[in-house]
């Protein structure tokens, strides 16, 4: 009897793989990881998934901010993989929309 029921058609299961890409990249965040000691911080803007720690794991490292540093030299980071995140549906906080803004103009 068991050779019976090992033989019997498999059991499909579906995953909806389809809405899976767009669902992840909803919760894709861009944003700050905080690095540095008391008093004296300074943070890498970082692609991240919205439910992980500040200071999590992350999918990319895109730049740095050093807010104690000389003001042309407090945001660095690179503009071609921002904009592809942004394109792909990555969020920018609040504070890294104003970083970004800050370095273009």
Known sequence: MRSAERTSAPISVHFGHENMFNWRIEVVRIRLKKFGTKKRPYYRIVVQDSRKPRDGTTIEEIGVYHPIEAADKQVSFNEE???????????????????????SS
């Open 81 to 103: 993989r921002a904009k592809y995140w942004i394109s792909v549906g990555a969020q920018p906080s609040d504070t890294v929309k104003k970083l970004f803004n800050k370095k």
